[in-house]
């Protein structure tokens, strides 16, 4: 069944079934593999997405109820000044290792500057805590996130 | 970078992390292929029973299934690291729960996965064996009937029920006449999942002449194609193995998981079949980390010095060898932790039971082992009222001295890891620490350990294009911890050339040079020794042409940064690798390739100094040293622990990429912690019962402490790449260790199980 | 999943002992059984539907009766599957009727219950909760048909 | 042109006709729950309706007697910030703010968390601690429920077939206290145990409503508890005679997050701490 979405600015056609995920529409359809599959179940936070703005699961999203929301994935967000600082500030502070996390993080991290600009180390970490990471234990993603943070301020 | 900038030691970004935070980085579930199929598989609903028939009939009626495959369709070949004992699939039996029994090729996800479930299967069920004593009990049920007949890489001593034993012994039991003090203990610990945020998967694709490339979530190109070939009797030469980016390993993709069903599946339909397991089936199918169950005897003289050890365990080592029998070996060989004994005695048992396979997982048996090991030293400084630290201090190993059972220590820079995480922490005034709040009790504690980075065999290859910029090719697979990186910044540095001229080619068995495995800390050291030779060889070759080009003695030449050789002392007699490069391309002596091949050579033990009896591995070494100090609260009214700060120095000869060094501490860090404090995978009967991330829960960025000091010390390795030694496992080794250290000060009780929930601690401090 | 339970019913051994071999009344008695039917003396196809929360879950059940030791004990097997075999249901089953102090039955039951599929790798937690409210279910259904079967 | 099957009903009553009338229907709320069981294969709904398109179940309404009503749909994020839940209600933010993480907090919603009614879930005893009402529509119109009344087992409520959560009514807010307390294993996991406590101070005293998550088929509650309490707030034998009798009135089960044992053991503990925390802030007012 030929569904309209809203992603990355763009209306996309797919094809949805009743179960079908966002998560498997924007991987297996519309090739927009950053978003990643590590459980399916909404726990890990692999493939956090934007919808209307606010950083929600992919896996959990049913395509169905997704029409005539506002799909952002990563790949939407190259060239978001906000984004970009994050990305920058990732590469430089050692926050990425096996980098299946990092879309994930990025748009929760993305998310979380939007509503609070200069947040302490205690609010980025409870931001992301929505967001499994196994490789880094978390210091240098946090520490990511300030700076990208401090780089913002006038 | 510019041209005159180091490139070891630089804090550099990942050589690969542009599309990493742009997202378009490409792991084994982002490759789609013109024509793929889907693949998946049907689990064993028993824990052990004989395969009487199948009927496929339902499952072949599902549309859109082009293959359904089952043990029938598998010849009776068999693999495995130690002991080849496993098929591809469950073939005349299954032997535990999820197993493998059927595996189907369709062409959507749906229709696979339902077809799967449609094959038929009828079992002849068997008694499952679901702990080590009921498989060493005398009428037990024989998981492996054929075990003797098994090809073995070592001695193992199997019979019956037992996969391997392994015992080394040094020095003199008499030296426990000695002991003023001793304490004896046992312990237990649990099975822990890696959860590497990606679960398992690959992608193979045939072509016309049957030869198949193989994609797949893995830590090492050379052990897919030798488990594939040899479980499905394939000449290695038909096989590609090739790797994308992973996410995450840990020990789980050492070995095999679901390549070789994947690979049969594409031969039997002639399509590019993808299979990619769910999160639940990575908990089922794949691996795991060992639950030992363990003796130990330590005894001291009353001045603290350490005397003598005695180590005793016992290993469920699942329904396959796997890598089992090196993770007993590799855990009695690491049991005496950092210290001089005099008399030392480590003698293990590894069973088969009907549980998946239990495996690689960092640490390889050092943070099980340690978690004995360095409780009891702390219960012996208790005893005599010494400073635990201090205690480690007078017997630590010193530079010189030789390894249990022999094997040569390079390098040894454990006395500066525990003077710097004394001095960060502020150990002399632990006692002062005050409670966060009413209601909470808080302890500071620390432990030692030591892990290796040499074992086997690796290569490297150096290639110069015709611009004079370099081509590394190493076949080490980059999982996350940073190799590429770190590999490439060796060879630039090798060659004095900034970093961005050298690319490094994505392992690849048609070209890669042979390497054993991402596994056991060895890349850096292993790996880059090969990258440093291959590197030499390059530099030989330049120096030719140069000396030719500038008509001097190669030997008055030197390499310049930026990619330029000239004669020493003459600032302006030189020549750019460019015009090097196109005289050997276009003139004289063609393309310039280095090449180095090498095994770690130095023996494990020593036969005159020690006994040892179905030793796995004859040679590993390459010291690194460490020390933890963990600083935690314990909440009095529901026992919960949380780690307020710590300390990791750890020594790693030289820091290739310092970012990835702290990278390193501080995720083993949080995995340790995990280890310690909640992750535990749970049995009901035969079945897992927590194979969902709902239920098996990992540490968030809420349970981990912000303050994680990782601290670098370097030792330099006699012949480690630029002085460097491994660190991939060191910062998870004690964790658990350190952590039942602080909390037995906090309340005055030892904990021998693991983990320390807080049902577990809370009992304990109510004696209940 | 080991599911137990007992519990006092007002009826002599021998009666209750009738009762629970005869497939009729244990239709009645088991919570969501649909339907039951005798293949032979020994073996019981039973479809029993299941729901735990949003989870629907019909089971297509053969029960195997292995030893009948009259009045006090009886094993049997079940097996069966759910949907499209979505799950495999396998459990071993034990009934003890001992005398209970004035003149009834203490009935006891053990089922060592194994699921796969579906339901045993999600729903396993739910299923154990759920299994217990089912035995007590069973437990109230059976004490009120033999103890009003005994009235009248 | 939407998927076939799935529905988005303007109205409420809308949505009841077609969850009665179509077979194997299901209601979608935030997803967080059922899209996660469909995931698993546990849940196979032949149709959906989705309450998304429904205003009336959006939002927190302040009432006329000065309580609030809270729509279906309201997430939990939305909840967890309202600063007007004060008060005593200050459980039920207190309650939302430990649900999960911050992401899950933006899909969940109150009525698909109580409609599955996990007992150890955080809203059953915050609602039960703040005697908030569950309002239930069917296709013949809408009832209200006590929330105490409204878990009844694992995963069951007093929801019928066809019959589906609308909102919440919480009783106007008391000068007081209002705190949730929940121990899990990490963070984000649900509670191996959890206490919520509403304390109302006024001229003649403290009223308290006391309630335990996450150790049996329902929040756990007790008369005694509650009136030993009010009674005698602050003084620790109270405290622990009203744990001792809520542990008593527990049924905890052993599970993969804790043993049975251990909560029993625990629920006192937690009882007495979270007691000696809203007297804290009672004075601190």
Known sequence: MTLALSINGRIRQVQAGLSDTLLTVLRDQLLLTAAKRGCNQGVCGACTVLIDGRPQRACLSLAANCEGAAITTLEGLQRDASMARLQKAFAATGAVQCGFCTPGVLVSAHALLSHNADPRTDEIRAGLSGNLCRCSGYRKIVDAVAEAAKEAKP | ????????????????????????????????????????????????????????????????????????????????????????????????????????????????????????????????????????????????????????????????????????????????????????????????????????????????????????????????????????????????????????????????????????????????????????????????????????????????????????????????????????????????????????????????????????????????????????????????????????????????????????????????????????????????????????????????????????????????????????????????????????????????????????????????????????????????????????????????????????????????????????????????????????????????????????????????????????????????????????????????????????????????NPLAVEGQLEGAFVQGMGLALNEEMVWDGPRLANPTLMDYKVPTTLDSPHEIHSIIVEAPEPDGPFGAKGVGEIGINVVPAAIANAAAIALGKRFNALPLTPERVLRAMLGK | MRIEGSFVVAAPRERVFAEITNPALMAGCIPGCEAIEVIDPKTYRARILVEVGPIKARFNLVVEVKEEVPPERVVSITRGEEGTRASVISSNNELVLAPAEGGGTEVKYVAEVSVTGRLGKFGLGMMKKKAEALGAKFAENFRGKIEAAAAS | MSVPGFHRPKSVEDAARLLAETDGARCLSGGATLVAMMNASLAEPKAIVSLAGIPELAGIAELANGGFRIGAMTRHAATAGDARLAGTLAVLRDAARQIANPVVRNMGTIGGSIGFADPAADYPPALVAANAEVEIANAAGRRRVAARDFFVDWYTTACGPGEFVTGVYLPPPRPGAGLYKKLARVSGDFAIASVALSAAKDANGVSIRIAVGGCGPRPIRADAADALLSAKFGDAAAAAAAGEALAAAADPVDDVRASAEYRRLVIPRLVAETVAHARAALEAR
């Open chain 2, 1 to 656: 970078m510019s041209a005159t900038a180091k490139a070891v030691g630089a804090a550099l970004p990942r050589a690969e992390v542009r599309e990493k935070v742009e997202g378009r980085a490409q792991y084994i579930a982002d490759l789609y292929r013109p024509g793929m199929l889907h693949g998946a598989v049907l689990g064993s609903p028993h824990a052990h029973a004989r395969i009487k028939r199948y009927d496929t009939s339902e499952a072949l009626a599902v549309p859109g299934v082009h293959a359904v495959l089952t043990g029938d369709d598998f010849g009776d070949h068999r693999m495995g690291a130690f002991v080849k004992d496993e098929h591809a699939i469950a073939k005349g039996k299954v032997r535990y729960v999820g197993e493998p029994v059927a595996a189907v090729a369709a062409e959507t996800e749906a229709a696979a996965k339902l077809a799967a479930r449609l094959v038929s299967v009828e079992y002849e069920e068997l008694p499952a064996i679901l702990s080590p004593e009921a498989a060493l009990a005398p009428d037990a049920a024989i998981i492996h009937e054929d075990v003797a007949s098994y090809f073995k890489v070592f001695d193992t001593g199997s019979t019956a029920n037992v996969c391997s034993r392994t015992s080394l012994t040094e020095g003199d039991a008499a030296a426990w006449d000695r002991c003023d003090v001793i304490v004896e203990g046992r312990f237990a610990t649990q099975p822990q999942a890696h959860v590497s945020l990606e679960p398992c998967g690959a992608l193979a694709e045939p072509d016309a002449t049957g030869r198949v490339t193989l994609w797949s979530a893995n830590q090492s190109v050379f052990r897919v194609q030798a488990n594939v070939s040899e479980s499905l009797g394939l000449p290695m030469a038909q096989l590609r193995c090739l790797t994308p980016r992973v996410g995450a390993g840990f020990g789980n993709k050492m070995e095999p998981h679901i390549q070789p069903i994947a690979v049969k599946l594409a031969l039997a339909t002639g399509r590019p079949v993808k299979l990619i397991l769910t999160r639940e089936e990575d908990f089922e199918i794949v691996r795991a980390r060992h639950p030992f169950k363990l003796r130990v005897r330590t005894g001291a003289l009353k001045d603290g010095t350490l005397v003598a050890r005695e180590v005793e365990v016992l290993l469920d080592g699942g329904a396959y060898a796997d890598d089992s029998p090196g993770v007993l070996g590799y855990s009695l060989f690491m049991s005496p932790g950092p210290y001089r004994f005099r008399y030392m005695k480590a003698s293990g048992t590894l069973v088969y039971t009907n549980k998946l396979r239990f495996g690689a997982f960092r640490g390889f048996g050092n943070p099980q082992v340690s978690f004995a090991g360095e409780q009891q030293i702390d219960e012996i400084a208790a005893r005599l009222g010494l400073d635990p630290l201090a205690v480690r201090e007078k017997s630590m190993l010193r530079p010189g001295d030789k390894w249990f059972g022999g094997a040569e220590v390079g390098s040894n820079g454990l006395e500066e890891c525990i003077a710097r995480v004394k001095a960060a922490s502020g150990w002399a005034k632990r006692a002062e620490l005050e409670p966060s709040a009413p209601g909470r009790k808080r302890a500071m504690a620390a432990a030692c350990t030591a892990h290796i980075s040499g074992l086997l065999a690796t290569g490297a290859i150096v290639r110069m294009l015709e611009d004079g910029s370099i081509v590394l090719n190493t076949g080490a697979v980059d999982i996350g911890q940073g190799s590429d990186t770190a590999l490439t910044q060796i060879c630039a540095e090798a060659l004095k050339v900034p970093i961005e001229r050298v690319r490094l080619a994505s392992p690849d068995t048609d070209g890669s040079p042979y390497n054993w495995g991402t596994t056991a800390s060895r890349v850096t050291y292993t790996t880059g020794r090969a990258v440093v030779a291959a590197a030499l060889e390059v530099e030989k070759q330049i120096k030719q042409h140069a000396s030719e080009m500038l008509e001097c003695d190669a030997a008055d030449l030197e390499l310049r940064p930026g990619g330029r050789v000239g004669i020493v002392g003459v600032p302006d007699k030189a020549v750019s690798f460019f015009e090097v490069s196109a005289r050997a391309h276009w003139a004289r002596g063609g393309p310039i390739i280095g090449h180095n091949s090498l095994v770690f050579e130095k023996p494990s033990v020593d036969p005159k100094r020690a006994i040892a009896v179905g030793l796995p591995f004859p040679q590993i070494g390459a010291f690194a040293f460490g020390a933890l100090v963990v600083d935690i609260e314990i909440d009095e009214t529901t026992g919960k622990i949380e780690v307020k700060r710590a300390w990791s120095a750890a020594d790693v000869g030289r820091a290739i």
